[in-house]
């Protein structure tokens, strides 16, 4: 990408294909060249996943619980290095509704950066975007998407920890001064 190619992930993530800008990579989800060149947060979310960021089999598309009993912990399952990533998509669970609300938090991040949209599509142009800062909550109003990637920055293994949780309109939502309204 950074030398103007297209790059499609396979729908997994797991991995994909690469070619020339004018040509036509086979698609199964978003390609690098559907992000437009200022939105550089959403570029990795293109690339491919290092096998080692979650437990094998499982996807990195991540259904917010919403009770404020459970929360999804996302973290590595070993070493992801030098520029490798991991992408994570955090959507609310069927049936949820105007009112509901995901929230994630970066609780740890060393030796690498987590980068996320918020949005209603991947394309969507109003996305919310940035670096996410360590202890800030993030919120997603219903029917909105994170898209979340972890880039590894060091040839030591990147340690990250985020908790995603949420709430249906009817659950009383817990004060948190540390809050960054992003929907």
Known sequence: MNKGHNF?????????????ANKTCTRSTVCSSDIEQANSTL???????????????????VTAPLNSSS??????FGDVVDDNLCNYLIQF????????????????????SVYYAIGNEYSDLMLAQGTAAKSVR?????????????????????EFNIYVWGFTNS?????????????
């Open 8 to 20: 499609c992930p396979t729908a997994n993530h797991a991995g994909g294909s690469c070619c020339e």
């Open 43 to 61: 570029k990795f979310w293109a690339c491919s996943n290092s096998p080692r960021c979650r437990k094998a089999g499982t996807s990195h598309i």
């Open 71 to 76: 929360v999804v912990t996302l973290t590595p």
């Open 93 to 112: 669970p069927p049936n949820s509704k105007v009112g509901d609300k995901v929230y994630f938090r970066v609780n740890v991040i060393t030796r690498g």
């Open 138 to 158: 993030y919120e997603l109003s219903y029917p909105n998407r994170a898209y979340i990637t972890v880039l590894a920055r060091d040839n030591l293994r990147v």
């Open 171 to 183: 659950t009383v939502t817990p004060n948190n001064n540390n809050t960054n309204n992003s929907s």
